[in-house]
């Protein structure tokens, strides 16, 4: 597999395959014994085994439960199904679509205990469970016209109507190039997303630099600076008022400036890991030093945009610069020993061949990251939309989080690649002087600031275990300055959490000194957000009252346009 791209071919090929029969009944309803053959195939390319008593054992319990299942059939016995994609009760009213559905499910238990009995590298492990997921989750009946008894039943209701509006659905997509997940047309950057009141103060080839407008008579001293990913756009962290971490920072007393990433273009081809440090993140911090008038302002950063942060501190403290009073790290990957499922896309072969087809000039295509985290999550990303929006010619409700999700962004061959390379392959960044940028060797350590860390707990992209990490790497002989934080849900639910939803909870333990496992075990649980902790935290590094400013930028730097500014509004080619 290729990194960051999806296996299955181009999209128009697998979308126009959900009305035929034969790719899916042959293994549906397979007889028992299943053939074995592709997956004995798959571990065999990996160089692993099955222990063949542990597979005679797991055929033997297969052939069992399937002549279970098939007595039930004949008896006229429908089989309990708790599988939530066939919760529907078109599934439990007719026999035959309660017994495909139960028997992909033994089918598919069968086909995973032969992958989790797998002899092989952890690594290696991974790889072929995570392959063999993808084709038991893709041949689920669910996603299959004929095999779907809700998308029948609705064809007959609607007379027809839900299938036309199916294929306009999917010949829609097929031009956007990606599934639909949400009601597109609903959402605009600028006038319901992206919406807090602010202003562009300077831009290079890389970002915008955005100011927002004060909320309180009286701010902290310290400016605080945004760094958002810039594998995606900007305003996650400002998708709507009442979920927006920039708008809240505001409403805290916080001067706000955030970095809006370019969406580069064949003119960016050649930029490096160095442009985005030095031309990005030290840019951005020495012009909200200049305009604020402060030596030291708070930085934070998020996921790929706190590595990224954190390189440029790194690089400014060993030149002995102090330019902040705290740092905060949001679901933030410095220490890559543990990459998560997203793992299975990256090694030594895939890595050469981005390096080679990209690495010296050329693009990351944003479709191509879009499409391999949806694969991630494909029965929630992937194949609930070919079923509601296919299948049964549903239109996907309007939300914003999906919209951005969308709203995809290219990156630089050349800076990827190192990124890859030096970060989730060959862990470098950990490793003092192992990275570089212009020639200066970069060590995590020399950060001397308190740092604010948060990691979500279901996160399948940075791992909370992997981003409490950073407690060791930063402020080492200082670790009690360290704060770290747990939030429920995952890479983004957990982040975009507003206090004013009372949803999910958050873990606290002040012991700085162990490991993530002893963390959580003496942790405090709480109901809500944990934005006000994060708030509490600023606020102790904030420094005094001053009266808001009343104008955007300075004498040197005027504004250049109104928030949210024309760099978000790119689209990706």
């Known amino acids: 597999m290729n990194m960051f791209q999806p296996q299955s071919g181009a999209t128009a090929e697998w979308m126009t395959q959900f009305v035929d029969p034969n790719a899916w009944q042959a293994w549906l309803i397979k007889k028992p014994p299943i053939d074995t053959k592709p997956l004995t195939n798959t571990v065999k390319e990996f160089g692993a085994t099955i222990d063949p008593s542990v597979l005679a054992q797991l055929q033997s319990d297969y052939m069992q439960q399937m002549t279970t299942l098939w007595q039930e059939m ?22 035959l679509h309660a017994f495909n559905a139960a028997a ?36 689920s009946p669910a996603n299959f016209l004929v095999s779907n008894p809700e998308a029948l039943q609705k064809i007959v209701e609607t007379k027809g109507e839900s299938l036309t509006r199916g294929i306009t659905n999917m010949l829609e997509d097929m031009q956007k190039g990606h599934i639909s997940q949400t009601d597109e047309s609903a959402f605009e950057v600028g006038r319901n997303v992206a919406t807090s009141e602010g202003a562009v103060v300077f831009e290079n080839e890389l970002f915008q630099l955005i100011q927002y407008k004060p909320l309180t008579a009286k701010v902290y001293e310290r400016p605080l600076l945004l760094v958002p990913p810039c594998i995606n756009k900007y305003y996650i962290l400002d998708l709507q008022p009442e979920n927006s971490l920039v708008r809240y920072a505001v409403e805290q007393g916080h001067t706000v400036f955030l970095v809006s990433w370019c969406n580069p273009d064949e003119s960016l081809a050649q930029a490096k890991w160095d442009d985005y440090i030095l031309n990005g993140a030290v840019k951005a911090i020495n012009v909200v030093q200049e305009i604020s008038g402060q030596d030291q302002i708070n930085a934070l950063g998020f996921c790929v945009g706190g590595t990224i942060i954190s390189t440029a501190l790194s690089l400014l403290y060993g030149r002995g610069e102090n330019p902040v009073a705290s740092l905060t790290l949001l679901t933030t990957l410095l220490d890559f020993s543990d990459t998560g499922v997203i793992d299975v896309y990256i090694d030594e072969a895939q890595v050469a061949l981005r390096e080679q087809s990209i690495g010296k000039g050329g693009l990351m295509p944003g479709r191509d990251f879009a499409s391999s985290f949806s694969s991630l999550r494909p029965n929630d990303l992937v194949w609930n939309y070919v079923k509601s929006n296919y299948l049964k010619g549903e239109s996907p409700p ?48 020399k950060i001397d600031a308190p740092v604010f860390i948060y990691g979500s707990r279901e996160d399948h992209i940075v791992p909370w275990g992997a981003a409490y990490e950073s407690m060791s790497l930063l402020n080492p002989k200082k670790r009690s300055r360290n704060r770290f934080v747990l939030g429920a849900s995952g890479h983004i639910a957990g982040v975009i959490n507003p206090p004013a939803k009372k949803k999910r909870s958050y873990w606290t333990n002040d012991n700085a000194s162990e490991g993530a496992k002893e963390w959580l075990a003496g942790a405090t649980e709480h109901p809500g957000s944990w934005w006000p902790e994060w708030a509490a935290f600023l606020e102790a590094n904030g420094g005094k009252q001053v009266t808001a400013p009343r104008k955007y930028g300075s004498t040197k730097y005027k504004e250049i346009e109104p928030a949210p500014g024309r760099y978000v509004k790119v689209k990706a080619e």
């Open 104 to 139: 992909y499910l033994l089918n598919a238990k069968f086909l995973m205990s032969m992958a989790d009995a797998v002899e092989a590298t952890p690594r290696a492990k991974q790889k072929i469970r995570f392959a063999i997921q993808q084709m038991v989750d893709a041949l």
């Open 398 to 445: 309007p939300f914003d989080l999906l919209y951005w999700n969308a709203d995809s962004t290219n990156l630089p061959g050349p800076m990827f690649c190192y990124y890859l390379r030096n970060m989730y392959l060959e862990n470098n960044l950990r490793k003092p002087g192992k990275v570089t940028v212009a020639g200066e060797k970069i060590d995590l350590s």
């Open 74 to 95: 004949l008896g006229s016995k429908t089989p309990a199904i708790t599988d939530k994609r066939f919760a529907a009760p078109e599934w439990q009213s007719n026999p």
